[in-house]
C-alpha cells in the first residue's frame, strides 16, 4: 500500500511538473525584417472619426511562443477581385515589402479581401499587414480573420475589427482606425487556430481602391 501510494506521488509530481512547463511558456520576441520608411512626419491631412493616438513611434518589441515561424512566405492567396487592377496576388506573400510602385497590388472599388492557405491549421501569435506605405493613408473598415473553412461561413474567429459603424456588415468592430507605415501593423491573434487568414478592407482615406504589399502570419503547430 505504502510502495502504490510512493508510486502515486512520484507519478503526480512529474505530471505536475509537464503541465506547469507547458503553462510557463517561453516567450521570445518576433524578429521582423522591415521595409524602409517612405515619409516622416506626422499626418494632418486623414480624416478619421476612429482613429488610434498618433504617437510617431515605432511598436517596440512584441513577443510570441519560442518556435513560432514565418507560416505565410509562397503560401497560396485568393481574393475577392480575382484580376487586381495592378500587380499579381502572389505578391501579397512574396517577402518584398518595399513601398513603392511596382511592390502593391490593388483591388477593386469597395469591400475586397484577400486570403492566404498556410495549408494546414495553425496556432496563430501574429498577422501583419502592409497595405501601402509610400504615403499616410487609413485603410477603411479593417478586418482579420482566421478559420478552417475556406469559404469562411462557419467555424470564423474574428482577430481584428475596426468597422466601428458595420458598414461592411461583418459586425461593429471595436478596434482603431490607424495610419499605414513602414513597420506594418500587427494584429494579435493570441494563439487563434485555424489553417486560413482573411483580411478585408473598404477603401481608404485616398481613394476607394484597396492595396497589399505584403501579409505574413506567424505561428506553431496546433496541437
Ligand atoms: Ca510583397
Ligand atoms: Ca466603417
Known amino acids: 500500500m505504502n510502495k502504490n501510494l510512493c ?10 511538473a509537464s503541465v506547469s512547463t507547458g503553462l510557463a511558456q517561453d516567450k521570445q520576441e518576433l524578429k ?14 486623414i480624416k478619421s472619426a476612429n482613429l488610434e493616438p498618433i504617437t510617431g513611434k515605432s511598436r517596440g518589441p512584441f513577443l510570441v511562443p519560442v518556435g513560432t515561424r514565418l507560416l ?17 496576388l502572389e505578391m501579397v506573400t ?12 490593388e483591388l477593386g472599388p469597395g469591400k475586397q479581401w484577400v486570403q492566404i492557405d498556410l495549408g ?3 496556432a496563430l501569435h501574429a498577422i501583419l499587414a502592409w497595405h ?25 474567429s474574428t482577430v481584428f475589427n475596426n468597422d466601428h459603424d458595420n458598414s ?10 490607424y495610419i499605414e507605415v513602414a513597420e506594418g501593423k500587427l494584429f ?14 473598404s477603401g481608404n482615406t485616398s481613394n476607394d481602391l484597396n492595396h497589399y504589399v505584403e501579409v505574413e502570419v506567424y505561428g506553431t503547430p496546433a496541437k
Open 188 to 201: 494579435d491573434p493570441k494563439g487563434t487556430k485555424g489553417r486560413y487568414v482573411r483580411l478585408w478592407s
Open 168 to 177: 461592411s456588415g461583418l459586425g461593429i468592430g471595436k478596434d482603431k482606425e
Open 32 to 45: 521582423l525584417q522591415l521595409p524602409k520608411p517612405m515619409f516622416i512626419g506626422t499626418p494632418t491631412n
Open 7 to 16: 508510486a502515486c506521488t512520484i507519478l503526480s509530481a512529474l505530471v505536475l
Open 72 to 88: 505565410s512566405l509562397k503560401r497560396p492567396v485568393t481574393s475577392s477581385d480575382r484580376q487586381p487592377v495592378i500587380g499579381e
Open 94 to 105: 512574396d517577402s518584398e515589402k518595399e513601398g513603392g510602385d511596382g511592390y502593391f497590388i
Open 132 to 156: 501601402y506605405h509610400s504615403q499616410a493613408r487609413v485603410y477603411r473598415d479593417v478586418v482579420v480573420q482566421v478559420s478552417d473553412d475556406r469559404d469562411f461561413l462557419k467555424g470564423v
Open 120 to 122: 494546414a491549421a495553425y
